[in-house]
């Protein structure tokens, strides 16, 4: 009898066409033009799904204007089986010839090891890894897991809906596992397991003076410039370490003990070379005690995100303003929870603010608290196995400093939760000249393969 | 015989009329579609030069797109005689009913006491004030000192020609004495005197760091933000006092005697009011040593113009952004030079910027030094004497924080300089209903004859 592994490796060339196929649907779910090529995508990805041997392939209408999700269900392995939901995304980021693409955007090309498309990486790699190993299972004997694959179309232009879907039908998307498949790997040839997000609070931060916008000539002296001000209470929010001065801020901060420090270690190697290829600042900057990977996924930050004031056009204006404003946010680590943060951080304004000018800080969105999706789970466990066999290395554990807010939804589904990324850092999600390593497609397929016998084998 | 006094009395109702003649015509520099008014201005102004009984009223024209100048000239008084040059600009700035205006803001509203319309104190006031003032004297037996009334079409749009006309053709215009007519007094019933000015160089300050805008996710607490180092860099450009601490900033700065500082202290009664009523910022702010008129006029300033960095708009965007910039000027007092004061805050920028970033500051014009015209000199004193008869009160003198680029350049034309202003603070210049009270037109009138006569006894 075939092998799903087998029956992989034998359609890999039908695989890799069907692949190229749905890049070629530019569901661009940011622009409203392409709302009918988005259609055009789910109404694929259904069909395809129902070929692939999926018992049912709905296509989940949103509010108008709004793009569909598309859900596929499989309980053939009764219900005694473990559940498995996947998640990936079907939308695309927007992309012109004019940003500096090579070659046609939605016209997939292959030069050497490489394939360019919008969509490529970002996140179609992921769709059809998923989609196609669903396929290799249910084709050659069926799946060891119940499936549950749902589709977003609207990831890019801020994933309005999927969150609520959950939370009202969320019975229907109960599992024992959940592997959101989205993201990078550290490297080609070192696979890694995401094991934890940092959530997010973002603010705004408006210093105002003067009762309008004065000459500066005439009031320049007398008057404390909101710009100066902000710039004054913005130098007191870190330490000369980077550490932030709020107080209370790293109270709920869960330490991480030897052992994960020590894979933390490993994970480093990569984030440095990869910081000095990507953001290449003069110098690394924070806090000292810290290794640049811990820094970024283990620590929480209050980052700049913008500043605004005055006159800021060609030439110069003599104004002394009256307000300037800053944008602010807090990447979170467990267990901080954003509201107590936004309230550290306004009881600490309120008592460095000056007397000369009023200060005013505004939560942005409600926040999200981080998700520690933990690395010994089963899931995680048998993920890391996955990786060894379809990619050809034992996985790196990781902390990732972003955030994805649909981890925190899917914890309430799903019994334990995994993240598994396929992409490289180099693969350009969201710029020009998007790619893959055309190996990854039928890595992916694999680690996806062995990711649902591994949890079926439990 | 009659005396100009009697003259200007027995016309003032004529002289009112015409001054809402020019007022009509809407000479607005800034905007090309106005030229044929600015250059209609300036057909009226010379008409009614002649009629005045200037010798020549001569237009001078301007390159191609930029507006006249206006010389009318009057030698009658004998080579012996002093010569007296008058400058006023008879530009306006732009006006439309949506901005907030109550009146149509070309056609001059007499309600109560006051008369709306925009030019009315800024600065046809000062146009009609002298040249009724010469016609005054020319009308009653011709005027003690030789006069040259120079009239600038683009004062509000930059003043781009007239230094260069004064520099290349100074021996037209040379003078003994010269009177810049425009700007304001302390109040209604207090006339004021300027005698010192500050100067200004303006500069941006550009901080990057990362080699792009970057994620805030996958890269704070690794990057020293520009947007934090640049208010890190900001907040160590003045002490708790408000004192700048740019290592040699006030190594040039002329301190004031005792003398000095009690004249200071009657106009900062009136300045103490004027803040409360425009600038109103919580508290004041500044160098306690100083009181607010001081910290104005008497000592210079490193102010924050404008701010920029990152993502500014609604919403926020999780951006470590890859610069930041500040716009920055430097109010100027004597002796100051703004090559030696750039230099010193280059200087001392590059001490304190730290490893993690890069910093950049850029002068953006060449700058301009403190004017000092001093309140002892002979025009000075003749300037005040013109006051106490024409407006009915001793002047107080004082010192101005802005700068008024055309004084340095008439310093070179004329042997002493002053600026004589019939405007109030609450005149609205270059706002919505603008405004004078009528009463102005004819003190200012008196007051320009009276200085006419004062420097022609001398």
């Known amino acids: 009898m075939t092998t799903p592994h087998e029956y992989a490796q034998a359609n890999a060339e039908r695989f890799r066409e069907q692949y190229k196929e749905l890049i070629r649907i530019p569901s661009i779910s940011t622009l409203p033009d392409h709302a009918p090529d988005v259609q055009r995508a789910a109404e ?249 990977h811990e820094r970024v996924g283990l620590r929480p930050t209050l980052e700049l995100n913008g500043i605004t004031g005055g006159f800021t056009g060609p030439g110069f204006k003599t104004v002394l303003p009256q307000k300037a404003m800053a944008k602010i946010s807090c990447r979170l680590v467990a267990d901080q929870d954003p509201d107590e943060i936004f309230d550290l951080i306004q009881t600490y304004l309120a008592q460095i603010t000056p007397p000369t000018v009023r200060s005013e800080l505004i939560k942005m969105e409600p926040g999200a608290k981080a998700a520690v999706l933990g690395h010994t789970s089963r899931a995680m466990q048998a993920a890391a196995r996955a990786y060894e066999q379809g990619w050809g290395a034992r996985p790196i554990f990781e902390r990732a400093g972003g955030s994805i807010p649909i981890t925190y939804t899917f914890q309430k589904v799903a019994d334990e939760v995994v993240i598994m990324g396929f992409g490289y850092k180099s693969g350009q999600a969201h710029g020009p000249n998007e790619n893959i390593y055309l190996h990854s497609l039928h890595r992916g397929i694999d680690t996806a393969i062995y990711f649902l016998q591994e949890v079926g084998a439990q």
Chains 1, 2 share one sequence.
């Not at 129902?50 to 053939?76: C, D, S, Y």
């Not at 392995?77 to 079907?90: I, K, R």
């Not at 209470?233 to 109270?251: E, M, R, S």
């Open 44 to 292: 694929w990805l259904a069909e395809h799904m129902r070929q692939a041997g999926f018992e049912t392939a709905e296509i989940i209408k949103m509010p108008e204007g709004r793009h569909p999700l598309v859900l596929g269900q499989w309980n053939g392995a009764g219900p005694d089986a473990p559940t498995v939901l996947l998640y990936c995304h079907y939308d695309v980021q927007p992309a012109v010839v004019e940003d500096g693409w090579v070659t046609p955007p939605f016209e997939p090309t292959e030069k050497g090891e490489r394939l360019y498309a919008r969509g490529a990486v970002d996140s179609k790699l992921h769709v059809m890894s998923q989609l196609k190993a669903c396929e290799s299972l249910l084709q050659t004997g069926g799946s060891p897991v119940n499936l549950k694959l749902i589709l977003e179309g609207e990831e890019e232009s801020g994933s309005e809906n999927i969150n609520a879907f959950v939370d009202a039908h969320g019975d229907r998307l109960r599992a024992d596992y959940c592997a959101i498949s989205d993201g990078t790997i550290l490297d080609p040839a070192q696979p890694s397991l995401v094991y934890a997000l940092r959530g997010i609070i973002a603010m705004e931060l408006h210093v105002s003076g003067p009762a309008q916008d004065l000459h500066s000539g005439h009031y320049g002296g007398s008057v404390h410039n909101p710009i100066q001000a902000l710039a004054e209470i913005i130098a007191q929010l870190h330490d000369a370490n980077g550490t932030v001065t709020v107080p209370g801020f790293y109270d709920a901060v869960i330490a991480a003990d030897a052992d994960e420090r020590a894979q933390l270690a490993k994970a480093n190697e990569w984030t440095e070379r990869e910081w000095q290829r990507v953001a290449h600042a003069p110098q690394p900057w924070g806090e000292a005690e810290y290794n640049i």
